[in-house]
């Protein structure tokens, strides 16, 4: 399901239906605590519970769209593949998973069969660090994942109205190569390093209301640092699943079992640009 192009009037965020992943553990209570912030006014958040095995589903709403009431049920090979397919069942536009019980506290962390049973889930996915409902959820800052593409202005378009629904500021931060700068004996100069990191931050402020951050780095160990600054992390998607393509398969992988800050991957259904003049804004990305 696509995810809505106009934010505007929503409380929460933009996502009318929500479903979260519960257990008797901390994960399932981080996830309604994320779910609950991020779901639209009027949205629904459903609880899901996955048993490993054969069995039916079992669709039972939650009654007031807080998460109480009797969860969905399912059962399936995996609950990465059991929360796929309630997505696509109840037609969710943002599935909620909280992280597993040996992660980091404050760490994002879910196993490989989970991230590959969610690729190609119909909407966003959110994954929560362990021990999130322990603390505040409000939004300070929304950190967005930029490297110029149309994913990351469909992030940024996200993260400027969950901003406004929530009285957040907006950062962007672009991880750099190496590669992309070599001085003429092969070797990236300081000073040329530098230049690069000034010319992105100002690629980035240039979007406007947006605080830009960028260093040289593999993206996901940069990704992860600046994680540990916001309080939701927002990236794209170029492939047909939002887990494991980002950019390269090993960057969102890696986020997903090392960010410090709840990381919401938008699928490539997500939301357009928006309409006052994405001709222009896509030229501020050059």
């Given at each position: ?128 660090p362990l021990g999130y409902a322990e603390r505040p959820a409000a939004l300070g800052e929304i950190g967005v994942a930029y ?44 000073d040329s390093l530098t230049v690069d990191i000034d010319t992105a931050c100002r690629r980035i402020a240039a979007l406007g ?78």
């Amino acid at each position: 399901m696509d995810v809505p192009a106009e934010y505007s009037g929503r409380s929460g965020g933009p996502f009318q239906r929500v479903i979260v992943g519960v257990d008797q553990h901390q994960g399932g209570r981080d996830a309604i605590a994320l779910g609950t912030t991020l779901v639209a006014r009027g949205g629904t958040v459903l609880r899901a519970c996955v048993s490993i095995g054969e069995g039916a589903l079992i669709t039972e709403p939650a009654e007031d769209g807080t998460g109480d009431g009797e969860p969905l049920r399912i059962s399936a090979p995996t609950l990465g593949r059991g929360l796929h397919e309630l997505a696509i069942a109840e037609r969710a536009d943002l599935l909620v998973v909280g992280s597993r019980r040996d992660a980091r506290p404050g760490r994002v962390l879910i196993g490989e069969a989970s991230i590959d049973a969610l690729n190609g889930a119909p909407g966003a996915i959110a994954i929560v660090p362990l021990g999130y409902a322990e603390r505040p959820a409000a939004l300070g800052e929304i950190g967005v994942a930029y490297d110029g593409s149309l994913e990351s202005m469909d992030a940024i378009a996200l993260a400027r109205a969950l901003a406004a629904e929530h009285g957040a500021r907006v950062s962007a931060f672009e991880a750099l190569t190496v590669s992309a700068r070599r001085t003429a004996d092969g070797v990236a100069g300081v000073d040329s390093l530098t230049v690069d990191i000034d010319t992105a931050c100002r690629r980035i402020a240039a979007l406007g209301d947006i605080e830009p951050h960028a260093a040289y780095g593999p993206p996901a160990v940069e990704l992860a640092l600046y994680s540990a600054s916001v309080d939701l992390l927002i990236v794209g998607s170029r492939g047909y699943g939002p887990i494991g393509r980002l950019a390269h398969p090993s960057t969102s992988r890696l986020l997903a079992r090392s960010a410090c800050c709840p990381v919401l991957v938008l699928t490539r259904s997500a939301p357009s640009l928006p309409p006052d003049d994405p001709a222009s804004l896509r030229a501020q990305t050059g």
